[in-house]
């Protein structure tokens, strides 16, 4: 049955989006859409398809978005442990059958602590029910319904109490998003995973200061990549970042237990649930006795227009909160507060929005994505930047690179970086690098990160443009010119007593076929030998003495965009006159190189023999006979499987390029005597894909970038490739010695780039190459220090700034700001812009200085401070006591 995408999110991701309980651990049956009668393939191509939602919807910014994500999240610690078992159906039955369990006894416990905490009253409002029943996600309706008449309980109409936010929202709503991936209900278990029971008060609370933090960052950046690192090691920076500026860890996690009780105070909840859902998120039981019994029982008095103000802007819902703050009674007290803050955050908004508007124009997508984004997680109900989210186009795809094939062109590239949801791609073709996606000829559209041009016209310069898109716009293009000039194909040789023919196949676009022929030995060019008369298609020919070989130099004749005649390369075809038996292949050489965990690509070459045709065989099984022993055709079709793909004949060589199953598996040359239908076995080669590495992992240290990996046990030789955003990448090779003794280590520029691994396998016939494993190395933000000195008398107003940079930078901007206060201004919005300086190249052997006179009527105390805007990840010094005049 095919995937009903819209059935699975209304009966599966809707009931799941406002559960603050979280995923129910056991439910894995119904978050999957998975039913016992499913077979293996149904589920597998339910598995597929759910996941390829998951990942499709996880980038967004709504409440599903945070469920698929936290699925996904979940998904991938499941295919870590159990892997393929999960496409049996016995494995499913297993987890239906552990929920089942699971679930009844859940119900009685439900049941057993509602008779405990509500039996005196007996009933029980809709929203207690509601919010208790939110942390048993385990339990559907029909199973709450039944603990609620097991506890002899009525349910009554639910009386609605919001709750308030309790720290700086912006840090903090990136943090709880972090968490809602992670699964952590509080900060604690961002820095010691799995630390349950925990205390926070008295002598004995688990340790949350800086240097903690700092070791488990350590700790974490030594983990092989995964979705779930990259966001543990994300929230753990922000908590560095927040000891940093002084904020308490420990109490910062104590706030994250009592929100979560807040509301359960607000409606009423009994003492005995409330250290219950205080246990849940880890706190120890007597820490969450003393909570509990600390909650003021007025909790949920912040619950007025302020307090729904206060929840729509840490909701992310701005404009609803500018709409409530408009209708605010004149006296209200908190009318000015509310909206000085909402005014602030939407000019944060409005900046940000200026900021992607001017990114988007100096073709920075990637920054622009970055800053839309941001602007989201303050103002998620604004349409406006959602819809130019969504149609921004993403930045152009990377490394494109063309070959040519005999029946065409191949591309081939890489997905544009920071992209999570599924790019599409439109490759165009044009006499001219296209500039956009409507000009030109369409090559293909597709998700593929290839594409083939079987129609590209030869002896043309022709240049291609590949666009992306994620469902907006279509980006820039990845540009590359090449040209085709293809051979005859497919040559055959067929010799009578008084006669012989050869035949070929001519590209379409052929003006014609030149051939020349030499007699004993093979033409030494193109224009070597006597003119034979030949069509498209191939030439007759006499037998001359009937003892020398004849030779034929067969070239395909072509009419470049101007006229001129072009020639494609020589090909040659060679006469046996000799009555002799065809030679068998005595080396075969190949190389094999991994696609995927499916699939690889072999190259083979061998020398081509004096007379016959060779077919390649592969199969799983060494042949029964030995090289040189001539056979049956109907035994030689017997063995194995035959590999078909086009051939290229490289003066004394032929070359085949084949796609093959990544297992290990025998190759054997057989060369074909048509007159006698026989074959000559050639000498096998066992050849496959070796093991990929495990685990890579690469640490930055300031120009160097330490790489680890797992080794596979048999292998003891790997290639490392180093790829900059912008240059040539840089290959090694290593053995398993040389990485065990000195590492491997590689110098990197500032941009970062990416490192790749794969593992390498030479044998007596060739080399394998196992699919390479990759990850990414961050670039290092560049250091700025300034200073602002007097220049000039003691009343003078003039000052001096200096900027110096730790390494070159371009396109520096500036922004000097003074603001009068006893506060530092945070943001440049919040004072007077003195000067703003753009397109600086700054170099740190030579500080940049900027003179510059101080406005009249700046009262003391005042600040004067420099922002970097750009670069936006700049890491800025501030010279405290240089800044702050009083």
Known sequence: MAFDQRAYLREVIGPLRDRPGGLSPTDLARHYGVNPEMSAAELREQLIAVRRLWNQRSSGVDSAARVCAQLHSRDEQLRNEHGTAMFEPSWWRDRIEEHGRGTRAESERFARDLAQSYGALGRITQAQLTEIAEHWPGLDAEQIDTSVRRAGLAVVDPVELPTGPGMERTAYRSLLRLQDLLGAPTVVQVVHPGAAPFRLLGAEAVPLDAATVRARTQEANRLADAAAVRNRKEALGLLERAAADGVDLRLLALFQVVDRLRSGRARGLADGLLVRIATDTGLEQSDARSVVANLPLDAGQDAGPAGRIRDLVADGQLLAARQAVAVLPVDDPHRDELRGQVDTLLGEVESLRRAAEEATRSEREEEATRLLRSALRIAADDDDLAERLAALAPAPPRGLAARATETGVRLTWTAPPGQVAEVRYRVVRSDRPPRSAAEGETVSESALAEATDPAAPPARSLHYGVFASVGGDWSRPATVATRIVPPVTAVRVSVRPDELSCSWRTHPAAEGVRVRRTLGRPPSSAQDGEPVPASRAGLSDDTGNGVTDRYYGIVAVYRDERGAEVEGPLVVARAVLRDAAPSHVERLRAHVTALDAQTATAHFAWLTPVGGTVSIRRSELRPTWAPGTRIRREEMQGYGEALVSDRI?????????????????????????????????????????????????ARRTGDEVNVAWVWPPSVNLAEVTFTPPHGVPTVQRLTRGQVTE????????????????????????????SAAESVPVDGVPVAFRYRIRRDGGLFSRKRLLSVDVDQPCEGVELLLVAASGVAMPARPERGTVLSRVTGLSLHPDAPWQLPFTLPTGLTKPYWLRCFVIRPPNARVTDPIDEMKVS
């Open 649 to 697: 004949v490289q003066e004394a060589e032929t070359l085949l390029e084949v796609t093959v199953p990544s297992g290990r598996f025998v190759y054997v040359p057989f060369t074909l005597d048509r007159a006698t239908d026989t074959a000559v076995v050639g000498e096998p080669l066992a050849l496959g894909v070796t093991e990929p590495v495990r685990q890579l992992i």
């Open 742 to 769: 000195s590492g491997c280590r590689l110098r990197v520029g500032s941009g970062g780039g990416r490192v790749s691994v794969r593992t390498v396998e030479r044998g007596p016939g060739g080399e394998a190459y």
